[in-house]
């Protein structure tokens, strides 16, 4: 299915919306991780990027790739929508970096271009992960890391679509996880635990770590509701893959 012309309807219209809600909490401080702003240097996710080249895929208004310019890498921030771009621009701190208009399903980059290629929430949520893992392997050079960011199934199998919001109850098939209809045609994805690692064997990456942060119990979750409220410091929320390329 391709999900490109919707997805990118989608965050053109509510990129301005989304950034007024969220950038407060997403650029409060570098590298913070996911829902629950976990600091990287709690997680060790991304590790010293100094010189390194990076590529961030689907960065929004560019909260992480300003950050690790600013630490000295030589990032790219990749993003399907114009407005999301336009908003990385404007919020450019004085290490500039390039910003490319593209989808993670069909990167614009040579083979082996980059060190590092991550995302938090972004290209590994919103492109089909069949489609988009093989060519962020493909656009990392030997020992590149790919690092990401996504829900976890446990999270997408509670959530309780009525009443808009995470339970302790199974809503969803656990086996009916794919995409996600985001409306208008517009689609995230998400895959089984078994999914994930098929498809990061497949695409001939090495898994290193699966972090599962933790949040402490009071910690605000800036996207959804949980019920209970410290829903993820007792089931895992998120998924955060550590990879290379041999
Ligand atoms: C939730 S934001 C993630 C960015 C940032 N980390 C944040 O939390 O705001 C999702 C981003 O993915 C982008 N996106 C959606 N589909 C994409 C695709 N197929 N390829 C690349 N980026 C995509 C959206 O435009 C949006 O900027």
């Not at 919707?6 to 909490?25: K, V």
Request: glycine content about 12%; aromatic content about 10%; proline content about 7%.
């Amino acid at each position: 299915m391709d999900s490109i012309p919707a997805n990118r309807r989608l965050w053109n219209r509510i990129s301005s919306a989304y950034q007024h809600e969220h950038d407060p909490q997403i650029g409060a401080a570098p590298r913070l991780w996911g829902m629950y702003s976990i600091p990287d240097e709690y997680l060790h996710a991304l590790g010293d990027v100094t010189g390194k080249r990076v590529l961030e895929l689907g960065c929004g208004a560019g909260q992480w790739s300003r950050a690790l310019a600013a630490e000295g890498a030589n990032v790219v921030g990749l993003d399907l929508s114009e407005a999301q771009l336009a908003a990385a621009a404007r919020a450019m701190g004085t290490a500039r970096y390039p910003l490319v208009q593209g989808a993670a399903e069909k990167l614009p980059f040579a083979a082996g271009s980059f060190d590092l290629v991550f995302c938090d929430f972004g290209g590994l949520s919103w492109a089909p992960p069949h489609l988009a893992v093989p060519q962020a392997a493909r656009v990392l050079g030997r020992g590149g890391r790919l690092v990401f960011n996504v829900a976890s199934p446990w999270f997408e199998a509670c959530y309780d679509e009525v009443a808009g919001r995470v339970s302790t109850t199974l809503q969803q098939d656990y086996f009916g996880l794919g995409a996600i209809a985001e409306g208008d045609g517009a689609s995230s994805y998400q895959l089984t635990y078994g999914g994930w690692v098929r498809v990061l064997r497949g695409a001939g990456l090495i898994i290193d770590d699966l972090i599962e942060p933790r949040p402490e119990p009071g910690t605000p979750n800036g996207y959804n509701k949980t019920d209970p409220p410290d829903w993820a410091h007792r089931w895992p929320a998120e998924l955060l893959w550590v990879t290379h390329k041999p």
